[in-house]
């Protein structure tokens, strides 16, 4: 019976001096591999040196306010809802027919107008190899005071904002090259493309503005926003990048004062054109606003 007690003690001894010298394997917590997983309406996100992506769970309430929203209409139509600190900033995306990604206009329009006023511009854009942004803004349907140029400066920054922040959402879209953008801008649209541009020129190859207008940064106030300069035309020299002025000679008479604004932009802007389409109104309606389209392109293709 000793005898049996003592093999016994001899091989438990052994089997827990084999447990202390085991190696225990363990994975290292790198930047290449960190796993966060959360529950209850939550998200799981994984980060690897090569990529970064965020799941949504499907228990979560909708897309982040910074998420766009997109709707196919056809291969070539996409509406886009894009975000600005949570308000939408309704567009439509017009696509080329081809595999892009693709240069890309985003168009910022005139006071009011609705979305698809420039569908069939865009189309013209489309068939010489670009791809069109058009953006409604958030305040796009605003009415009252900023309707009065003494109140446009905060109105213009609000448009400027979100020209701004739908440049930084194509960024996603595999249909857009983001090295090869263009902004554009008409009529009031016109200050709203100046000011991004002026913010964004390392990112943009170069700026389209139609009838813009330059007769309101003089009575301009920013009552919200006392940081945007004021100085408009030393802004305007400050302009890097290639610059297109269209205007049309079948304008209202209210507005025959352009030619001054245009001329004193010309002279500023170190790398600008004007072009003059005979027959155009403000608005660019029919013919001479497709005659616009077709000469911007014309215009843009070396830059």
Request: hydrophobic fraction near 35%; aromatic fraction near 8%.
């Amino acid at each position: 019976m000793k005898k049996k007690i003592f093999i016994s003690l001899i091989l438990t001894a052994a089997l827990l001096a084999s447990c202390s010298n085991a190696k225990v394997e363990t994975t290292p917590v790198t930047e290449e591999t960190t796993t966060i997983v959360t529950t209850e309406a939550t998200t799981t996100t994984t980060t690897t040196a090569e990529t970064k992506s965020t799941t949504t769970s499907e228990t979560t309430s909708g897309p982040k306010p910074s998420d766009p929203e997109i709707k196919d209409e056809s291969e070539t139509l996409k509406r886009v809802t894009f975000y600005r600190d949570g308000n939408p900033i309704k567009a439509k995306l017009y696509l080329p027919e081809g595999k892009g990604p693709f240069k890309t206009v985003i168009l910022l329009g005139g006071m009011y107008v609705d979305l698809g006023y420039y569908s069939g511009k865009a189309q013209i854009f489309n068939d010489k190899g670009y791809a069109v942004v058009e953006m409604s803004p958030t305040n796009n349907k605003l009415m009252g005071v900023y309707q009065i140029p003494e109140f446009l400066g905060d109105f213009v920054y609000e448009q400027m904002q979100d020209m701004l922040s739908v440049m930084d959402d194509l960024k996603s879209f595999p249909e857009i090259d983001s090295s090869d953008i263009y902004l554009f801008g008409h009529s009031i649209g016109g200050l709203g493309a100046v000011y991004a541009a002026r913010e964004r020129q390392d990112e943009i190859k170069g700026l389209i503005l139609i009838e813009p207008s330059f007769q309101y940064p003089e009575t301009m106030l920013f009552e919200n926003e006392e940081t945007l300069r004021k100085d408009f035309y030393p802004l305007l020299s400050e302009l890097k990048v290639p610059v297109l002025i269209v205007k049309g000679t079948g304008d209202r008479p209210d507005l025959t004062d352009f030619e001054h604004f245009y001329d004193k932009a010309i002279e500023t802007i170190p790398s600008a054109k004007i072009v003059t389409i005979e027959g155009a109104d403000h608005p660019m309606h029919g013919e001479p606003g497709n005659q616009m389209a077709e000469s911007v392109c014309e215009n843009i293709k070396g830059w």
